[in-house]
C-alpha cells in the first residue's frame, strides 16, 4: 500500500517535472509531428509509407539518447539518487518511474504522428503487429544504450557530449528526420554504424509488410546490443 | 524544563573502524584513509547527542554510517534496535520509518516547488506529519508555492530539516543543522529542535558551530581523526579543563592532539 502511494507520489512528482521542463514535449512530441507533416508534403506515398516508420522513431531516439542518460548522470550529480536512499524508498523506482514516463510520452508521440501519416497523408501500414512489436524492441534496444552511456559517464559534461554525439548524426542519417532513401550512398554506408539505422529499417519493413534479408541479422545484433548495454550498465552503476 | 531523557539506548556503536580503501590512477590517486578508528558510543531515548570535531575528523561519516549511507568496515551499530547496515529492503524500510534524517548536502530538483517536495516525502512514510504544520514551523509556509530553486540558502536548509521531520522520526539526524542561516533563523531553528526533544525525540547532531552544541546538546563526543577523544555533558568537559565556553574547550582538545603531530592552524596534517 505504501509502496504504492510513493509509486504514486514519484509519478505525479516527476510527470510535473518532465513537463515543466518542456524538452520531451519540443524534442519527443512537436518535432516528430512536424516533420511528418514536412516529409509528407515533399515525397510521394510509398516513401511516405518507409518514412514514417523513421519519424515516429524520432521520439524514441530523443528520451533514448538525450532523455535518459541526462537525468541519470544529472540526478546523480545533484546527489539527488543519493538523497532518497535516505528515505525509505527504494532509488532504483526513481529511476523505474522516469523510464515508464520516457516511454508513456515516446508512445503518445508515436500516437499523434500515426494520426498524421492516417488521417492526413493515408498512410496504411502493412502489418500493424509486427510494427508494434519492432516499435517496442526498439525502444528497448536504444534505451539500454541511454542507460549504458548514463551509467558509464562521470559528470553531466561528458553524458552530454556522448548523447549529443549519437544523437544528432542519428538524427540526420538514421532515416529519422531525411528519409534514408534520399540520402547518398556514402551517407548510407556511414549511418549503418549507426544502432538507430537498423532499427528504423526493420521498423519500415515492417511498416511496408516487406521482409529485407538482413532483417533476422539486423534483430539478432540490435538484440545482442541491448542485453550487452543492460548487464554492463547494471554491473557498473553507481548511485 | 521538562527532562525527556531515559536510559534506553536507542543508538550504539561499538568499536567501528570505516577505511576508504586507496583508489584512482595517476594525479587522481588517493591512499587509503581510515575515516573512523574504532568508535565507540550510546545515545539514549530523548538526547540531543552532539559530536564536533574539525574538518574530515569522521563526524559526518559516522553520522551516515549510523543511518545506513554507508557501511563500516569493522564493528556493529544499532539504531533502535536495528542494523543500519542490513540493506534488505524491508529492513531498510522500517528503519527509515523511524528516523529522520538531514543530510550535510541537499539538493532538489531546481523546477519543484516547496510543497510538491513536502507532498512527495508525505507519500513516502508510513505516518507522515502534516507538512504545513511543519513548513509553518520553519517559516516557510509563505513560500510553499515557490520553486525550491528561487528559495534562498537558509530557507532550502530549513527545508531540509522539515522533509527529516516529515516521517515523525524517533531518531533524527541532523549534520550542520543551521549553515548558512542567519542568527535571527539559526535561534528559531533551535527553539524547534528543543521543543522536538522535549516531546521525547532523540537527536543526533553533527555541527561545526559551539554556540549551536553548547546551546542544544545533552551530550557530546569530540572526534578528532577518526577517534573519539571525549565525551560527556558540555558542561562537565568544561568544568573539567577549566573552559569558559565550548569554543575554549574545543580549541584546548584540538591543540592537545595536534602536539604530537604536523597539523596546521587549519586542521589539516602535514
Given at each position: 500500500m505504501r509502496n504504492n502511494n510513493a509509486f504514486k507520489a514519484l509519478f505525479s512528482t516527476?510527470?510535473?517535472?518532465?513537463?515543466?521542463?518542456?524538452?520531451?514535449?519540443?524534442?519527443?512530441?512537436?518535432?516528430?509531428?512536424?516533420?511528418?507533416?514536412?516529409?509528407?508534403l515533399l515525397v510521394s506515398k510509398e516513401e511516405l509509407t518507409a518514412s514514417y516508420a523513421g519519424v515516429a522513431g524520432i521520439a524514441v531516439l530523443a528520451t533514448g539518447f538525450m532523455g535518459i542518460p541526462a537525468t541519470l548522470a544529472q540526478y546523480r550529480h545533484d546527489g539527488i539518487?543519493?538523497?532518497?536512499?535516505?528515505?525509505?524508498?527504494?532509488?532504483?523506482?526513481?529511476?523505474?518511474?522516469?523510464?515508464?514516463?520516457?516511454?508513456?510520452?515516446?508512445?503518445v508521440s508515436c500516437a499523434l504522428v500515426s494520426c498524421a501519416a492516417y488521417f492526413v497523408f493515408h498512410v496504411h501500414v502493412v502489418s500493424p503487429v509486427r510494427f508494434i512489436f519492432i516499435y517496442l524492441?526498439?525502444?528497448?534496444?536504444?534505451?539500454?544504450?541511454?542507460?549504458?552511456?548514463?551509467?558509464?559517464?562521470?559528470?553531466?559534461?561528458?553524458?552530454?557530449?556522448?548523447?549529443?554525439l549519437l544523437y544528432f548524426p542519428s538524427l540526420i542519417l538514421s532515416g529519422t528526420t531525411i528519409p534514408f532513401a534520399m540520402?547518398?550512398?556514402?551517407?548510407?554506408?556511414?549511418?549503418?554504424?549507426?544502432?538507430?539505422?537498423?532499427a528504423n529499417l526493420l521498423l519500415a519493413d515492417a511498416a511496408l509488410g516487406i521482409t529485407g534479408p538482413y532483417d533476422i541479422i539486423r534483430f539478432s545484433v540490435l538484440a545482442a546490443v541491448a542485453v550487452i548495454c543492460y548487464a554492463v550498465s547494471v554491473k557498473v552503476f553507481r548511485w | 524544563m521538562r527532562n525527556m531523557e531515559s536510559s534506553e539506548q536507542v543508538i550504539t556503536v561499538r568499536n567501528v573502524v570505516k577505511t576508504y580503501p586507496a583508489g584512482g590512477h595517476g594525479r587522481h590517486a588517493r591512499p587509503e584513509v581510515q575515516a573512523l578508528r574504532d568508535v565507540s558510543l550510546s545515545v539514549h531515548r530523548g538526547e540531543i547527542f552532539g559530536?564536533?570535531?574539525?574538518?574530515?575528523?569522521?563526524?559526518?561519516?559516522?553520522?551516515?554510517?549510523?543511518?545506513?549511507?554507508?557501511?563500516?568496515?569493522?564493528?556493529?551499530?544499532?539504531?533502535?534496535?536495528?542494523?543500519?547496515?542490513?540493506?534488505?529492503?524491508?529492513?531498510?524500510?522500517?528503519?527509515?520509518?523511524?528516523?529522520?534524517?538531514?543530510?550535510?548536502?541537499?539538493?532538489?530538483?531546481?523546477?519543484?516547488?516547496?510543497?510538491?517536495?513536502?507532498?512527495?516525502?508525505e507519500g513516502l512514510y508510513e505516518k507522515p506529519a502534516p507538512y504545513a504544520e511543519l513548513l509553518d514551523k520553519?517559516?516557510?509556509l509563505q513560500k510553499r508555492n515557490m520553486p525550491v530553486a528561487a528559495l534562498s540558502g537558509g530557507q532550502k536548509q530549513r527545508l531540509s530539516v522539515v522533509l527529516a521531520l516529515i516521517p515523525q522520526p524517533e531518531v533524527l539526524f541532523l549534520d550542520e543543522l543551521t549553515t548558512g542561516l542567519d542568527p535571527k533563523a539559526r535561534h528559531a531553528v533551535w527553539d524547534v529542535i528543543k521543543s522536538l526533544q522535549q516531546g521525547g525525540m532523540t537527536i543526533l547532531l553533527t555541527s561545526h558551530f559551539m554556540d549551536e552544541v553548547e546551546y542544544l546538546c545533552t551530550r557530546i563526543a569530540v572526534m578528532k581523526q577518526?577517534?573519539?577523544?571525549?565525551?560527556?555533558?558540555?558542561?562537565?568537559?568544561?568544568?573539567?579543563?577549566?573552559?569558559?565556553?565550548?569554543?575554549?574547550?574545543?580549541?584546548?582538545?584540538?591543540?592537545?592532539?595536534?602536539?604530537?603531530?604536523?597539523?596546521?592552524?587549519?586542521?589539516?596534517?602535514e
Open positions: 516527476e510527470l510535473k517535472l518532465i513537463i515543466r521542463d518542456g524538452n520531451i514535449i519540443i524534442f519527443g512530441i512537436i518535432i516528430p509531428v512536424a516533420v511528418m507533416f514536412v516529409i509528407g539518487l543519493r538523497q532518497f536512499k535516505a528515505t525509505p524508498l527504494n532509488p532504483f523506482m526513481l529511476l523505474v518511474v522516469d523510464t515508464i514516463l520516457e516511454v508513456v510520452f515516446v508512445l524492441f526498439n525502444i528497448f534496444v536504444i534505451y539500454s544504450m541511454g542507460n549504458f552511456i548514463g551509467a558509464l559517464v562521470p559528470d553531466i559534461q561528458t553524458c552530454n557530449s556522448v548523447s549529443t540520402l547518398p550512398r556514402a551517407l548510407r554506408i556511414t549511418a549503418e554504424i549507426f544502432p538507430m539505422t537498423h | 559530536i564536533i570535531g574539525e574538518n574530515g575528523a569522521g563526524k559526518s561519516t559516522l553520522s551516515e554510517c549510523m543511518t545506513g549511507l554507508q557501511t563500516c568496515s569493522s564493528g556493529t551499530i544499532s539504531v533502535l534496535g536495528m542494523n543500519p547496515a542490513d540493506t534488505s529492503a524491508s529492513s531498510r524500510r522500517a528503519l527509515l520509518n523511524k528516523t529522520g534524517i538531514q543530510l550535510q548536502q541537499t539538493k532538489f530538483p531546481d523546477k519543484i516547488r516547496v510543497w510538491e517536495m513536502c507532498s512527495l516525502y520553519f517559516g516557510l577518526g577517534r573519539i577523544c571525549a565525551e560527556g555533558t558540555p558542561s562537565s568537559l568544561m568544568e573539567e579543563h577549566h573552559s569558559k565556553n565550548l569554543e575554549d574547550l574545543f580549541l584546548l582538545y584540538m591543540a592537545k592532539e595536534n602536539e604530537d603531530k604536523s597539523i596546521n592552524k587549519f586542521g589539516d596534517e
